[in-house]
């Protein structure tokens, strides 16, 4: 709940904001069953030994921790792995008898917090490897049903599906899987959350890995979870395993998980309105939902900033872009320049690459509000961008703004807030204090924004009546300054790491907080997220090269260096070849979610706004992969919502309908099905 001493400091309408988050935090804590996340992995392995022992770290509470082990041996030589000294309970086990080999799944309830050593033993010297994770909110133990599998598969099928009915609402399936022969990854409803290679001396690694739904099975039915594997002779054995959620007083608002959303369709968008086009465009797009006589329409932006407004058009699900519907511009919806000028005000120097322009859009209270961002910001000098105007495009004489936050909170700096703009539904604003989420991360340069998503509160009703042009923004509860990036270790910037949260090849990313839900969902484009194994380098710094025969770090380009390349670090990127800056190809479309809980709890002054994590996050594709060999790349607009029929858009950008040499956006549709 809200401080004394925080209350007192605040305005008069703050006071009673403050109030008013208390009540809301009472009002959701009613009984009801936890959402279950996951926490944490480590792993370990020895050659012909007899103990791994390692220290893993749990946070939260009502956690779970699963242990899986793959011994290669004929008997049983395995004792029961302890963490911080307490005994596992074994859940399951499985032999893997073309090669005489065994995978044992153990847990342990109410797993204490910290870093704590996880120890496993064998009665004899024998390779084998250990892995482990954590899951907060779960019920404990016995589990809810379990079952194990071998696949004698042979040296044709490269797959396991191993299928389970849990027997209660609510649970994650957890599976332990190991490969008698090549790497183990994770297909077809299954979450890969650590491996272990188990062999340095042999070529094939990452045989045993821990595996989840990633996230709930609700209604209870039969599911299934496929591990993969490659040839020669991959021999799988699986331990599968449901476990209920907890019960807790958090709010009874579920979460999204990927299954929660539905992919509805794309279509295409008209070629011109007026007298601009959209070839390069669609960097920012809008819902409004009175536009099109009530039927519902998209604001969208040009390459040149000025924003039209077109039809709907019923999404179809294809491969194939002529399949798609293509929009219509509407009535009084052509190309305008929506800021009047006043966007000139965000302007940090007269180069293009610093002057504002808009970049985010959404409709909120009658009125198209337009977040207007500076590409280049090193010396993160912008703080205005915030206007509002009219949503006839043809009305003129009415724009408001441009606004800016400032902030007291240590590390804030006010460019944070200058991209994108989403709304905040009703079941969160007040505990926000406001109704706009203001952001701005992945862009350049990192030292000017946050090292990760964030989301900084503004109220429409407060700016609608402003006199002036910088107010205290209503509450800045996610944002990772330089001293506390989003990852753990350092600052996402390491040449050759491979990053699951947050790195600086990471790109794009904008908000949605779909009603009635407690999630935040953050979309945007990963990079770094794959190692050598999976084709990838992780993380570097400095110019593209289309060869795939450069050595990571190479001072040259084998098929040609760019003269502005000359002595920078290439790596592998036909996305961006050529290009000098962040590197992380292959790249991913991405969602990370966050809990709402957790941005109420930094409101509250209980939490500083780099504690909260995502409570999970997955990858996305479109029918319509971008392939970079004809030029396409892994771009997406600002996500925006409809509030009335919980359904998203978002726009993917340089792929694949063209115009001329020009790429048109297409615009893609997500049914919220919240559970």
């Not at 594997?229 to 807790?248: K, L």
């Not at 604003?429 to 701005?440: D, E, H, Q, R, V």
């Not at 592998?572 to 000098?580: G, M």
């Not at 990370?592 to 996305?620: H, I, N, R, S």
Request: charged share 10%; hydrophobic share 35%.
């Amino acid at each position: 709940m809200c401080g004394r001493v925080l209350c007192d400091q605040k305005r008069g309408y703050d006071v009673l904001k403050c109030v008013l988050s208390v009540t809301l935090l009472v009002v959701f804590s009613i009984p009801a069953q936890a959402q279950i996340a996951f926490d944490s992995a480590s792993s370990g392995e020895v050659i012909n030994g007899t103990s791994v022992s390692y220290s893993h770290t749990i946070t939260g509470s009502s956690v779970l921790l699963v242990v899986g082990v793959h011994v290669l041996s004929s008997t049983e030589l395995l004792n029961a792995p302890t963490y911080n000294g307490t005994a596992m309970t074994l859940i399951d086990k499985v032999y893997i008898g073309g090669q005489s080999q065994w995978v044992y799944q153990y847990a342990l309830a109410n797993a204490p917090q910290g870093s704590h050593t996880l120890s496993v033993t064998t009665t004899s010297a024998i390779t084998f490897g250990v892995v482990s994770a954590s899951y907060t909110g779960v019920a404990g133990l016995p589990a809810d049903n379990s079952t194990t599998q071998w696949t004698p598969v042979g040296e044709s099928p490269i797959s396991a599906t191993t299928t389970l009915t849990p027997n209660t609402n609510n649970t994650w399936t957890i599976l332990v899987g190991a490969a008698g022969g090549p790497p183990i990854g994770a297909g077809s409803g299954s979450t890969l959350r650590v491996t272990s290679g188990e062999y340095n001396w042999w070529p094939y690694a990452d045989r045993l890995g821990i595996f989840d739904s990633n996230g709930p099975i609700n209604p209870a039915a039969s599911y299934s979870m496929t591990v993969t594997g490659q040839q020669p002779y991959t021999e799988f054995g699986t331990v599968m395993a449901s476990y209920a959620a907890a019960q807790t007083t958090s709010g009874p608002l579920p979460k999204i998980y990927s299954q929660n959303l539905q992919y509805l369709g794309g279509f295409r968008v008209p070629t011109n309105c007026g007298s601009d086009h959209l070839g390069f465009g669609g960097d920012a797009i809008a819902f409004s939902p009175t536009g099109n006589n009530g039927q519902g329409s998209l604001y969208i932006s040009s390459r040149g900033h000025n924003v039209a407004e077109i039809s709907i058009p019923t999404p179809v699900d294809s491969a194939t872009v002529g399949n798609l519907n293509t929009a219509t511009c509407l009535p009084n919806g052509n190309f305008v320049e929506p800021t009047e000028g006043v966007k000139s005000q965000g302007d940090t120097s007269t180069d293009d690459s610093q002057k504002a322009q808009p970049t985010g859009m959404a409709v909120v209270d009658g009125k198209l509000w337009i977040n207007n961002g500076v590409y280049y910001d090193a010396g993160a000098a912008q703080d205005l961008y915030l206007m509002s105007r009219p949503l006839n495009l043809s009305t003129t004489g009415q724009v408001k703004g441009l606004y800016g936050l400032t902030s007291a909170q240590s590390g804030f700096i006010p460019s944070m807030a200058s991209t994108q703009v989403a709304e905040i539904s009703s079941d969160w604003s007040t505990a926000m204090g406001g109704n706009l989420f203001l952001s701005k991360f992945n862009k350049p340069v990192i030292t000017s924004q946050s090292y990760g998503p964030n989301a900084i509160v503004a109220q429409t009703s407060i700016l609608a009546g402003a006199s002036q042009t910088t107010y205290p923004a209503e509450a800045t509860p996610l944002f990772f300054p330089g001293n506390h990036p989003l990852t753990d270790n350092d600052d996402g910037a390491q040449t050759g790491h491979v990053y699951t949260t947050f790195s600086q090849a990471h790109s794009g990313g904008s908000l949605v907080q779909p009603k009635g839900t407690s999630s935040l969902l953050v979309f945007q484009v990963a990079g770094a997220t794959r190692g050598t194994s999976a084709g990838g380098y992780g993380f570097g710094y400095g110019c593209g090269c289309s060869d795939p025969t450069v050595t990571p770090g190479q001072l040259s380009c084998p098929s040609g260096t760019d003269p502005e390349c000359l002595g920078h670090p290439h790596y592998y990127d036909p996305e961006r070849s050529t290009d000098k800056g962040t590197h992380g190809y292959p790249y991913v479309y991405q969602v990370a979610a966050f809990d709402m809980e957790d941005l109420a709890a930094v409101v509250a002054g209980t939490k500083q706004p780099w504690e909260p994590d995502p409570y999970t996050y997955w990858e996305f594709t479109f029918p319509i992969s971008p392939v970079p060999s004809q030029g396409h790349q892994h771009v997406l607009s600002n996500a925006t919502y409809d509030q009335a029929n919980n359904r998203i858009y978002i726009a993917q950008l340089k792929c694949c309908d063209w115009y001329g040499l020009d790429p048109k956006p297409i615009i893609h549709v997500f049914q919220v099905n919240p559970q």
